[in-house]
Every structure is written in structure tokens, then in C-alpha cells.
């Protein structure tokens, strides 16, 4: 799974990869080819003509298209993280980042704006207020130079900054070794919302990947080019779904450090901190070692029903 924090999940199913990599792909592929069985590229295009090739086409016709369908969705299910990073505008200081980057910090303004709280607010002012820093929390990371170009950079931007920050963990290094170890309830949660962010920004990218193959096929077409705003749109109401899945995978990864961190020190056979202070320099120390490979923490905590070790 990623989080950017994100690690790649691995594919775990025919479910996932139904819904994440073949139903797009799959969409896309039969929209072009209606396209071409209408007659495009060219001038005298018909849905009449794409309906009668469609219902002519034979069994072993439309065995190659599924079979070709699925191997182009195959092919490309490794780069689904690449996906994810496109829409999140790649680095900060990539080129043509910057007016995007400055738009995203006007609206990160407003909100903290409104998060606000002057003297003498009324408790309607205080709840809204205190709304305001709640979303501002998942939507934004703090540090200036986390802030990202994109709407859905900046919600994966601030869980990397929040998730588990409060006791000194670093989520980026940690929850690869924390993921293992979350009990079957958490992973569920977790892994719902991150499919449904893998599957939107698929859909999100291979809706507009078709929308600008339908523009060039239809181009000579007149009127028939507004029929590659379907796929437009698609694309941005997957987008914008793409948003509301990685705020409630942020909430889900987040719930998971604040219920499951003590596991994982288990799993290290660390001894558990007696303080927050105790454990944010524990989990300092280890997020050091995992990101810059300095000394682990040198003290062990081992089970008493500990197996003993081999060939004792």
C-alpha cells in the first residue's frame, strides 16, 4: 500500500484488480473503439454505423478484445503509484509548479483564516472555527516546503506530515513496518480506502488519456469532437474522488499509528515507553535508523514465552 507513506500495495485479488485496473482500462478501450466503428477518423461519423460493427462482432473478435484489454492492464498495474504522483503534481519545485503551488497556499490562507479564533467568539464561532482547523489539519501539511501543486498532493502531503507525528514517529519510514502488524480490522479499513483511491486516480488518468485520443480522432469530425467531453468529465469527477479517498485514507492510516504503534514496538521486542516523551525518542531513534541508517535503539524486550534459539 502507499502512502507516500505511500508504499505500493500489492496486489491482492481479483477484486482490486477488477476495480482498479481492468474496469478503466476496459472503459476506455470500448469507447475508442466505438469511436472507430462510428467512422472516426473522419468526417462522416455515425453511432448508427458504430452500433451495427458492434453487434456484428463475432465471438473470437471479442475474445482478442478482452484478452487485449486485460494485458494492457496487466502491463500497466506496476505504475500505479506512478499515477498517483502524477496527479500529485510531482516535486514542489518541478517546473510549472510554482503558480499552482502559490494558488494552493492563497486557499491554505483562507482556511487557516477561518480556523481562527478571535476574543469573545460565540460557541457557533468556536465549533465552526474549530471545523475549519480540522479540515485544514487533513487537507494541508504546515511546512511551507511540503506544500504540493494539487488538491490531492496536499491531502498525501499532510497524512506524510500528521500521521503519528504527535509521538515522534515519521510516517514516511514507519508505516511500511507498521502496515504488517495493523490487526485484520485496521487493514481493512485501510486497504478500502486505498483501493478506492487507486481505483479513482486510474480512472482519473485513463479517462483523460481517452478524452485526448477521442480529441484527435474526432477532429475532422465537427460537432462530434464535444464527445470527447464524456471522458473529460469523467476524469474530473475522478479526480475529485480521488480527493475524498485519500482523506478518508488518511484518516484510516492516522486511526492506525494512534491504535497500533505499541505493536510494533512488540514486534521489534522493544520495551514500551512509560511516557510520551519516552516514546517520542524512541520513535525518533528508530525513524533515524530506518531513513538514515544510524544505531537502532540497543535494549530488547523478549516475551518469556519466547522460543528458545535454534540449536539450544
Known amino acids: 500500500m502507499s502512502l507516500g507513506p505511500v508504499v505500493p500495495k500489492p496486489l491482492d485479488g481479483s477484486v482490486r ?35 451495427r460493427t458492434a453487434t456484428a462482432v463475432g465471438a473470437g473478435q471479442a475474445v482478442w478484445i478482452v484478452v487485449g484489454t486485460t494485458v494492457v492492464a496487466v502491463v500497466f498495474q506496476p505504475f ?4 498517483v504522483r502524477l496527479l ?46 480540522a479540515v485544514l489539519r487533513r487537507r494541508y501539511p504546515l511546512p511551507d516546503h511540503l ?10 502531503a499532510a497524512l506524510r506530515d500528521t500521521a503519528g507525528r504527535d509521538h515522534g514517529w515519521d ?3 514507519a508505516w511500511p513496518r507498521l502496515y504488517p502488524v495493523l490487526g485484520d480490522r485496521a487493514r481493512a479499513v485501510v486497504d478500502d480506502g486505498r483501493d478506492s483511491l487507486d481505483a479513482a486516480a486510474r480512472l482519473c488518468v485513463t479517462s483523460a488519456v ?12 465537427g460537432w462530434w469532437v464535444l464527445l470527447a467531453l464524456a471522458p473529460a468529465a469523467v476524469a474530473l469527477l475522478a479526480y475529485h474522488g480521488a480527493v475524498q479517498a485519500a482523506l478518508t485514507y488518511g484518516d ?10 505499541f505493536d510494533l514496538l512488540r514486534a521489534l521486542h522493544l520495551p514500551l515507553p512509560d511516557s510520551l516523551q519516552e516514546e517520542r525518542t524512541l520513535a525518533e531513534a528508530l525513524c533515524l535508523h530506518w531513513r538514515q541508517g544510524l544505531p537502532p535503539p540497543s535494549r530488547y524486550l ?7 534459539p535454534p540449536g539450544t
Open 17 to 51: 484488480f477488477f476495480a482498479v485496473a481492468y474496469l478503466p482500462t476496459y472503459a476506455a478501450t470500448l469507447f475508442v473503439l466505438l469511436l472507430v466503428w462510428a467512422g472516426a477518423p473522419g468526417a462522416d461519423v455515425c453511432l448508427r454505423r458504430a452500433w
Open 210 to 221: 481517452t478524452a485526448l485520443v477521442s480529441t484527435a480522432l474526432l477532429l475532422r469530425s
Open 302 to 308: 523478549h516475551p518469556v514465552d519466547s522460543p528458545p
Open 252 to 261: 484510516a492510516v492516522r486511526a492506525a499509528f494512534e491504535l497500533h504503534r
Open 88 to 133: 500529485e503534481g510531482g516535486r514542489p519545485e518541478a517546473l510549472g509548479a510554482g503558480p499552482l503551488r502559490a494558488l494552493q497556499r492563497r486557499r491554505r490562507a483562507r482556511l487557516a483564516a477561518r480556523s481562527e479564533l478571535a476574543d469573545e467568539q460565540s460557541p457557533a464561532q468556536v465549533q465552526r472555527a474549530g471545523a475549519a482547523a
Open 171 to 173: 510516517a514516511t519510514v
Open 80 to 83: 500505479q503509484l506512478a499515477v
Open 147 to 156: 506544500l504540493r501543486p494539487t488538491a490531492l498532493g496536499n491531502v498525501l
